[in-house]
């Protein structure tokens, strides 16, 4: 089965500080790729950044990155020198290769302080 | 090009009357999805559309029906609704190309059943 787990229903940041969000996965199969979307109160969805299981790098994306550790199974989001426009909800997802499905986590609300 | 659109952008039903959900992509993607998106919950996939022709269900599909009406419509019916069915619900569309192909998102149908 797939899962997407992520722990931290609410993070604070202060302005132009780096913060990370964490991001664990569980499958079977070797071939997946994983994303991250955000959300802003306006409830669009975003996509933001993926990451491949061959990937032999971690993605990037502007400010956004993600640290990808692939015997933890985790897919963590870092955004650096936050800014107010990035307070939103942050969803991880995956997607493997033997199916069309993806599977969300729960989300996390990131709050940006000036 | 308008990517994913959805009808209506909200709506009020009391219990027991039945609506239909639109959903149309014009980015030529195979695979279409229907979600919810309740509070602390994340997005749960209640239908998708692998292809034109083809629908299976996700993890809450009871109390729904689909209809992928040719490759760019996907619609959702609820027959009878009721409270519990009070959500976002969210259209997608996805590449069928791989593990890297991510998901487009309509901008979403604020539902509330009296």
């Known amino acids: 089965a797939q899962k997407i787990t992520q722990t931290q229903p609410g993070m604070f940041v202060q302005e132009k500080e780096a913060v990370t969000l964490d991001c664990t996965y569980d499958?079977?199969?070797?071939?997946?790729?994983l994303f991250w979307y955000k959300q802003p109160s306006s409830g669009e969805m975003i996509f933001l950044i993926y990451?491949?299981?061959?990937?032999?790098q971690n993605a990037t994306e502007g400010r956004y990155s993600l640290n990808f550790q692939k015997a933890r199974k985790s897919a963590n989001l870092v955004i650096s020198a936050s800014q107010l426009g990035d307070s939103a909800m942050y969803f991880c997802?995956?997607?493997?290769?033997?199916?069309?499905?993806?599977?969300f986590g729960t989300g996390t609300s990131l709050t940006v302080i000036p | 090009n308008a990517g994913v659109t959805q009808t209506p952008k909200f709506q009020v039903l009391k219990t027991g009357q039945s609506m239909t959900l639109q959903c149309a992509q014009d980015?030529?993607?195979?695979?279409m999805y229907w979600y919810r998106q309740d509070p602390g919950m994340g997005l749960r996939l209640i239908y998708y559309s692998a292809s034109e022709g083809t629908t299976d269900k996700g993890e809450v599909p009871n109390g729904y029906n689909v209809s992928r009406l040719n490759k760019r419509e996907f619609s959702l019916r609820l027959e009878s609704a009721a409270p519990s069915q009070t959500s976002v619900y969210f259209c997608?569309?996805?590449?069928?190309?791989?593990?890297?192909?991510?998901?487009?998102f309509g901008p979403g149908t604020r539902l509330l059943v009296l």
């Open positions: 990451q491949g299981s061959y990937d032999q």
């Open positions: 997802a995956m997607r493997v290769n033997t199916g069309n499905q993806f599977y």
């Open positions: 997608a569309s996805s590449a069928t190309g791989g593990v890297r192909e991510t998901q487009y």
């Open positions: 980015m030529n993607h195979n695979s």
């Open positions: 499958t079977s199969d070797p071939s997946y790729g």
